[in-house]
């Protein structure tokens, strides 16, 4: 602020009444306060930073440690994921590809009802009816996730053995597609936001061309909110990888490379609870394999949210 | 585009119809399967659950015997660990926002802190939890104490609280600011006197919403090591020995309603399962309820506000 530099001038005069004394002392006093107080608020706002870098260093400090005694390569090359037994093998891909199906029944359940929920929610339904189910999603939206793992072991699958009898009490499809329930009411409102962000000159230009609200909503409004919407997928999915207790609870505890959704296996972050509930001492292989887990997870998400977040970007630029 | 003739368009006109009204019904059916699927679930739920809860069940520890197990340690440890939460999380919060909205010049270092902060909230919790892990219970020995589980909580609703009083202390006109320097107000004075007070009610609304989240959260309370069954509350917080206050509990071990409900819901055998959807009435009835007013909250400004 210049108000300093006033400061400075009038501390500078060698004789001076007192009264003025004080009053420059009394300013002097109100910026040391300032300043102090403008400190104060950056450090609280340091405060992301300081956690994100503190993330980054102690997932890879402790992943460097896993990965002294266990080789890139037999990490992503290795089909088993055993590191508790006598015998251990450390190869992530079991549980990636627990995390991927998982996550990819979820999206094949939330992006296509998403959409179309979305586009109706945008472009058909009434205002009345937007103003309800906004905050209605919403709502759902901050449903605790413990409570989205009940409904998968206890409502879900019984639901899917009446159609599969053979469906294990674990399995992925009963979680995959209450992932998908769970993160539909995320692609819906960020959909929506998306195509509501066209411009309604567009709109009235396809009307008047003679289009039906529907033609208008598939070949106007979609492809002019293409970016938005893939960021509202691929935010989406970054969710859904990262998404915990459902798959901890319903999903199963085994490592399994399969690409079978109707089968149990675990995912990385499953692996990490089921880790975490037992009592690994501190420093031992298995303790560090959950930050190795965690990283590739971080990276996973990281390189999801980035993207996403350069989509978003973009389609707010357009217009 | 070739010119219809009559003949021809009118059946296009009519497919068209057709496909849109085809639409309108497949575009709400998506819409009700996205919330009535919900609706069912929670029916289940409520079905299950709400004929368990009584006053026996909300004050009695957790047992082998399922009609006798209760959540008081849960719900008491939810409780010390908002309020750690909520002490650590919300100052924090509204100072980086309101660093980030008023005082911020544009930086590199602005802009790092930005990124930072939409990157933290896509991280997944139990990233959260990990850190947590490696750096509070282990770096520096904090154990796995409501102290811990208040700090990682507040850390992850960092972001919500960050963005959500940005939001609100952005919709306060400039005029309000100048007018105050106007008077010779200081930047500090100028904030708290007029920017603080008029958007009250929507940092209000965002710190609802974020301790909301924060008391549903479980991954990242499980991976500090929380444990699930737990038999006892922690040392009260006032005692009868001069200074009469203790910290005691910050240090103790504990439980929370969602690890509770975990604990029940990965128990094998039919018994627990009523156990864990009673508590999971509550947490729903709980975050729906602060979700609800956080929501009406903002309702009622948007009506009021007349800038």
Do not use: C
């Amino acid at each position: 602020m210049d108000t300093s530099s006033v400061a400075e001038q009038e501390a500078i005069p060698i004789s001076k009444p007192d009264a003025i004394e004080e009053a420059a002392a009394r300013r002097r006093a109100r910026q040391r306060r300032e300043r102090v107080i403008e400190g104060g608020l950056f450090l609280a706002a340091l405060t992301s930073v300081a956690t994100t870098v503190t993330i980054i260093a102690v997932l890879l400090s402790e992943s460097i440690g896993f990965f002294k005694t266990v080789p890139l390569l037999d990490f992503f090359t290795d089909t088993l994921w055993t590191p508790l037994f006598a015998n251990p093998h450390y190869g992530i891909l079991p549980l990636l590809a627990g995390t991927l199906v998982t996550s990819a029944v979820g999206l094949l359940v939330a992006i296509p009802l998403g959409t179309v929920a979305a586009i109706y929610l945008s472009e058909f339904s009434s205002s009345r009816l937007r103003e309800i189910m906004k905050p209605t999603l919403e709502l759902l939206g901050a449903v605790p996730t413990v409570v989205y793992g009940y409904f998968a072991l206890l409502v879900v699958t019984p639901a899917l053995q009446r159609v599969w009898p053979d469906l294990p009490v674990f399995n992925m499809l009963g979680p995959g597609i209450v992932i998908g329930i769970m993160i539909m009411p995320f692609v819906i409102s960020l959909s929506e936001d998306a195509m509501r962000a066209v411009p309604m000159v567009l709109r009235e230009g396809s009307y008047a061309m003679g289009a039906t609200r529907l033609q208008t909503a598939w070949r106007v409004v979609v492809p002019a909110a293409t970016s938005g919407l893939v960021a509202a997928y691929v935010l989406g999915i970054s969710r859904a990888v990262g998404e915990t207790m459902v798959v901890a609870i319903a999903a199963g505890q085994n490592p399994n490379l399969t690409w079978n959704p109707l089968e149990p296996a675990a995912t990385i972050t499953a692996y990490i609870v089921q880790v975490a509930l037992g009592d690994l001492p501190h420093g031992s292989i298995g303790y560090q394999s959950i930050f190795a887990a965690g990283l590739v997870l971080a990276l996973m998400t990281f390189a999801f949210n980035i993207l996403g977040h350069v989509l978003r970007k973009r389609f707010r630029e357009v217009y | 585009m070739s010119t219809p003739s009559l003949p021809h368009s009118t059946p296009s006109i009519a497919r068209r119809k057709f496909a849109e009204a085809l639409f309108k019904i497949v575009g709400l059916g998506s819409l009700t399967v996205a919330v009535g699927t919900l609706a069912l679930l929670f029916g289940a739920l409520l079905y299950q659950g709400v004929g368990q809860i009584d006053w026996q069940f909300l004050m009695s520890y957790p047992s082998r015997h399922a009609a006798q197990a209760g959540i008081l340690p849960a719900w008491v440890g939810s409780t010390l660990i908002m309020l750690v939460t909520a002490v650590v999380g919300i100052p924090l919060g509204v100072a980086a926002a309101i660093y980030l909205e008023e005082y911020a010049r544009k930086t590199w270092m602005t802009e790092l802190i930005e990124v930072t902060v939409t990157n933290l909230a896509g991280v997944p919790s139990i990233i959260y939890g990990l850190l947590a892990l490696g750096l509070f219970v282990y770096i520096l020995g904090l154990g796995e104490s409501i102290l811990v589980a208040g700090l990682t909580l507040a850390l992850l609703i960092l972001p919500v609280v960050i963005v959500t009083t940005r939001e609100a202390i952005r919709a306060i006109p400039v005029e309000i600011r100048e007018a105050a320097y106007g008077l010779g107000a200081t930047k500090w004075q100028t904030v708290s006197h007029h920017v603080l007070p008029y958007s009250a009610a929507g940092i209000l609304t965002g710190i609802i919403l974020a301790l909301s989240r924060a008391i549903g959260e479980t991954a990242p309370i499980v991976t500090i090591g929380a444990l699930t069954f737990i038999a006892f509350l922690p040392p009260a917080p006032f005692t009868t020995q001069p200074p009469y206050i203790s910290f005691d509990w910050l240090l103790s071990p504990f439980t929370i309603m969602p690890i509770q409900m975990f604990g029940w819901v990965s128990r094998p055998g039919e018994d627990f399962a009523g156990n864990a959807a009673a508590a999971g009435v509550l947490l729903v009835g709980m975050t729906l309820t602060m979700n609800g007013l956080a929501i009406y909250l903002r309702y009622r400004m948007r009506k009021q506000v007349s800038w």
